[in-house]
């Protein structure tokens, strides 16, 4: 079955940049029938999508977001990666990576979410 592992540093300074990557076993994810996102949930409030790449290796953002993301992908490791700069406080969330079938309009696969702490 298809798995999703967020990786990263779980604490980033004010004003660097927050650097995850979901690397992908059990499918690719170059398949066509699905694009790839990030999503996170500061404390106490709801899910944020920040962004998606598909098998095109188009990306695509949350116009709040896109100024100052990225999204990514390395298909020799099955991984794509987040990157967020000028991270401040308000960053602070737990982030995972999902997947996204294109005739649903619902995520099936998702990571089990990784900590990130925007602090000094």
């Known amino acids: 079955q298809v798995q999703l592992q967020e990786s990263g540093p779980g604490l980033v300074k004010p004003s660097q940049t927050l650097s995850l990557t979901c690397t992908v076993s059990g499918g690719s994810i170059t398949t066509t029938d699905y694009a790839w996102a990030w999503i996170r949930q500061p404390p106490g409030k709801a899910l944020e999508w920040m962004g998606g790449?598909?098998?095109?290796?188009?990306?695509y953002y949350s116009p709040s977001l896109k100024s100052r993301t990225s999204i990514s992908r390395d298909t020799s490791k099955n991984q794509f990666s987040l990157h967020l700069n000028s991270v401040t406080p308000d960053d602070t969330a737990v982030y995972f990576c999902?997947?996204?079938?294109?005739?649903?309009?619902?995520?099936?696969?998702w990571g089990q979410g990784t900590q990130v702490t925007v602090s000094p």
């Open positions: 999902a997947r996204r079938p294109h005739l649903l309009a619902a995520y099936d696969v």
């Open positions: 790449i598909n098998s095109a290796d188009a990306s």
